[in-house]
């Protein structure tokens, strides 16, 4: 049985985990931790980790980077391991994640989507196949609910490096990223990447890599319909650090022990 601490466990992502922990049996929800009053929890829920005197396997973070040094403390004093799914830590905060990574085994990523690193890794692959003989082009879409303020996704980004690193690796060299063509008249050189971003509606996240080759296209896609694939990672890379070695990991060292 994983006993998880939540903290965040008022919010979006912190029910989320919460939902995912009650509905798998080899797992207990031993504590939440909130600055809200009204978080719904169906566990004890505290203010700080170290008022919770029962025993933790993992901790889970989907909060803020402001209930970063409480987390430290716990994790610190009670040895325990931690997943960190919070995003928006400064140098000086990831700093001391390193730290802290060697007394326990931290787990960080800026996206849990099992399925969006499995995007990614395949990307790479066929980055690796496809561009020797320069008959591929590569374009990368994302759409993304009208909310969403910042263009391209960070996903992108991610599938903008796997697709650049498989080209420089068969070619020797760094290709472009291109945003925009509508200041440019020039057909369109081999050594880039065209990244477009698309905004509306209520679209959850929509990412695809396209090869673009002489006479057939490769396509890549990956839909999310919910936050709840990011709550299923979450609980995925809580099971993968329980008894591993003081360290930091990944969704790649994740992804590399399924392959
Ligand atoms: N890594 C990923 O794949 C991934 C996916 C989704 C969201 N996130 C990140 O998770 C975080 C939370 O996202 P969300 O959508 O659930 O946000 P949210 O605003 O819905 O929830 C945050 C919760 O944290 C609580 N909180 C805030 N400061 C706190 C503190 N100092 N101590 C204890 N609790 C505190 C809030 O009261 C709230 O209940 C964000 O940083 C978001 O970017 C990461």
Redesign the pocket.
Known sequence: MLKLMI??I?????QSVARAALADSEITLAAG????ADTRAECPVFLDPLEYSGSVDVVID???P??LPPILRYCTTKKVPLVM????HSEEQLALLRELSQEVPVFI?????LGINLLVHLANAAAKVLFPGGKFDAEILEAHHRRKVDAPSKTALMLRDAVASGYAEVTGEEPQSVYSRESRRIARPAAEIGISSIRGGTIVGEHEVIFAGTDEVIKLSHSATS?DV?AE?AVRAARFLAGKAPGMYGMQELLSDIL
């Not at 008022?10 to 912190?14: I, K, L, P, V």
Request: a positive charge.
């Open positions: 903290i965040g008022g919010g979006a992502m912190g931790i909130d600055i809200s989907f909060s803020s402001k209930a799914a919070t995003t928006g990523t800026g996206n849990l989507s936050r990011f990672g």
